[in-house]
């Protein structure tokens, strides 16, 4: 799925709750097919325990009805995974392999996407 497309981050600065629903922008402008791959990946990973009721995610904005008090951190985990997954599955192929796999191997989609996703626990100094 990679391709030249261009892809985003959640912007936190953004976010505002009113009535209990969060609605926060990016710091990007994505297509509509990486809005699409977000909220795919969304359905796929946000599970029965949540406490929030629905994600939409548009291409300016994500907006999540009915969150509970006590969520944010849950809800941030989930939102930025499906962000980063997209961002992985939009991003352009290397051509070199990537420079993690023994023999020169190139890497997987996953190993592409879990290295973002451990690298993005590391402090924004």
Request: include cysteine.
């Amino acid at each position: 799925m990679a391709s030249n497309e261009l892809h985003a981050e959640i912007d936190w600065t953004t976010a505002i709750v009113e009535g209990g629903r969060l609605t926060v922008g990016y710091d990007g402008e994505p297509s509509q097919a990486w809005a699409d791959r977000v909220e795919a990946v969304l359905d796929r990973i946000d599970g029965p325990d949540r406490r929030w009721a629905k994600v939409s995610v548009k291409r300016k904005r994500v907006r999540v009805t009915c969150i509970a008090p006590g969520s944010e951190d849950d809800l941030r985990f989930l939102l930025e995974g499906a962000v980063q997954q997209a961002n992985a599955d939009f991003a352009p192929d290397e051509q070199d392999g990537g420079g993690g796999g023994g023999d020169g191997e190139r890497r997987s989609n996953a190993d592409e996407a879990m290295t973002a996703t451990f690298r993005s626990f590391a402090p924004n100094d």
